[in-house]
């Protein structure tokens, strides 16, 4: 668990439970003129959050409060005293008991929960409070207070809750086994950075303000809100319009800068028509669309925060599948590394030059990525093959007669063969094969090429890169048949060689490499 949670005392909630269950009869009337609340159960979501977050203390707190408010307000109890604690009980209950949920919506399921908790919660205060309405209780006047609830849930309840356990998680009452992840507070980037471990929880409120752009969205969507009315035939394109904020905010913040986009552009679009003639048929059930709209913008950027975070999921598994399998093939190329090293002792110190050359000349050559990985594994392993050679030919003193020079020209066939059995080394295993061949292609003569007798570009680049370089260190290496020759004098025998036995291009590149670091 990243943050401190369940620190504070009874008292205290029982306190924030007064509070929320008092203010929201104060800021039902405050509030009952602004576009959008008057189309909101206000205290149905207040009471949702206090049961949510603050659980039994915060339901006992909440009917105080319902109480108290509605007697200084109206004057009179009202069904609110019945409906309030009710919504609070079965807000906290369903968090409770269904498993793998958090209050701070780590995933779809907390959020379907949440919707679950609305539309049971929502039933019961409909079934409770449905007869105080004008016309009685009616099947149109049920629906809508019905909708009016579950549109209270899913715009008002993610901001208040999120916004609470930004700033208090300490108050927020504890529940065993409840899913706590950090949050999606810190801005854009991909994949969201929820799914970061975090050793430093950032500051309460600089978490709020990296909401800045959602809130922008908000800004942006009361913007079109006053537009629309200008023009009736546009507004219900107003649906469409706001699908991209919430599809955007679910794309860079994960599910709950989805859902919280989703609750202020709802919020708008609720403001776009005016709250009244409640008692006309035709009104009742055009808000029950609108209230349905408000929940599939909710259901829309939930649905693509959660695709976006399951998919950066995926990303960092694979990341992370992929540098155990680096890693495995590192060991097998140490492991062959050592076996020929055990073989002959030249090749050891031989392979450690030629491999670091390789690379420096294949990265000048244009190679990259993986490419120029597989040519760093062929450079280390490219006489692997030699482990099938007898050591008496490996390490003969005199020059080799024509069956031992056969013996000696099956390596990078054997080298080729052994790399195929590695997953992961089949390129690596084709420049192996190939890095003895011609350039010219030719294949009889002291210098032959072979095993196939490729020539020009059919021989990979990286087999040519090899071809030049371990020549070079061949040349200038102390053998048991012959003395080392001078640098100079290796480089002399590569330009004449350019375009017969090896790559024009590599030899010219490879002796500016030598200008620059000698060998």
Request: a positive charge.
């Amino acid at each position: 668990r990243w943050t401190a949670a369940g620190s504070a005392s009874a008292g205290r909630r029982v306190l924030l439970g007064f509070l929320l269950g008092a203010g929201a009869h104060y800021l039902g009337v405050a509030l009952r003129t602004v576009p959008g609340f008057t189309a909101l159960d206000l205290n149905f979501a207040l009471a949702l959050v206090a049961g949510l977050l603050f659980g039994w203390q915060g339901v006992v707190g909440l009917g105080i409060g319902t109480a108290v408010g509605a007697w200084l307000i109206w004057g009179e109890l009202s069904w609110r005293l019945v409906a309030d604690p009710l919504v609070a009980a079965i807000g906290f209950v369903t968090f409770r008991f269904v498993p793998r949920v958090g209050r701070d919506l780590p995933d779809l399921r907390s959020f379907l929960a949440l919707v679950f908790a609305g539309v049971g919660a929502g039933l019961a205060a409909t079934v409770v409070t449905v007869g105080s309405y004008p016309g009685g209780p009616s099947p149109d006047t049920f629906g809508l207070v019905w909708a009016s609830s579950i549109g209270s849930a899913v715009i008002l309840v993610p901001p208040l809750a999120l916004g609470v356990i930004a700033v208090g998680r300490a108050w927020v009452i504890p529940i065993v086994g409840e899913r706590q992840v950090p949050p999606f507070w810190g801005g854009p980037s991909r994949p969201p950075p929820r799914l970061a471990p975090l050793t430093r929880p950032p500051s309460s409120w600089k978490r709020l303000a990296a909401l800045g752009p959602i809130l922008a969205i908000g800004l942006v969507a009361a913007i079109v809100g006053l537009v629309m009315p200008r023009f009736p035939a546009l507004k219900y394109w107003v649906f469409v319009l706001y699908a991209v904020p919430v599809t955007w905010a679910g794309r860079w913040y994960g599910l709950g800068g989805g859902v919280l986009a989703a609750s202020l552009v709802g919020f708008c679009q609720l403001s776009l028509y005016p709250f009244d003639d409640a008692d006309a048929l035709g009104t009742h059930r055009s808000w029950i669309i609108n209230y349905a709209g408000v929940l599939l913008f909710s259901v829309l950027g939930a649905l693509w925060g959660a695709a976006t975070e399951r998919q950066a999921r995926l990303r960092s598994e694979l990341e992370k599948a992929n540098l155990r399998l680096r890693e495995a093939l590192s060991h097998t190329v140490l492991a062959l590394q050592s076996a020929i090293a055990a073989k002959d002792t030249y090749t050891e110190g031989h392979v450690r030059r030629v491999s670091k050359a390789v690379v420096e000349l294949g990265r000048r050559l244009g190679l990259r990525g993986a490419d120029l990985e597989q040519l760093e594994v062929a450079a280390v392993l490219h006489d692997v093959g030699k482990i099938g050679i007898p050591e008496t030919i490996l390490c003969k003193p005199a020059a080799l007669d024509e069956t031992e020079v056969a013996w000696i020209r099956q390596h990078p066939e054997i080298g080729a063969k052994i790399l195929e059995q590695v997953a992961g080394f089949s390129v690596a295993a084709d420049l192996v094969r190939s890095h003895q061949e011609r350039f010219d292609g030719r294949q009889e003569g002291r210098f032959a090429g072979y095993p196939e007798g490729l020539k020009g570009d059919q021989i990979p680049l990286g087999a040519r890169v090899i071809a030049v370089v371990d020549a070079f260190d061949a040349m200038i290496s102390d053998r048991p048949y012959r003395k080392a020759m001078d640098p100079e004098s290796a480089v002399r025998i590569l330009l004449d060689e350019r375009g017969r036995q090896f790559d024009p291009r590599v030899v010219d590149v490879f002796v500016e490499l030598l200008r620059e670091r000698p060998w």
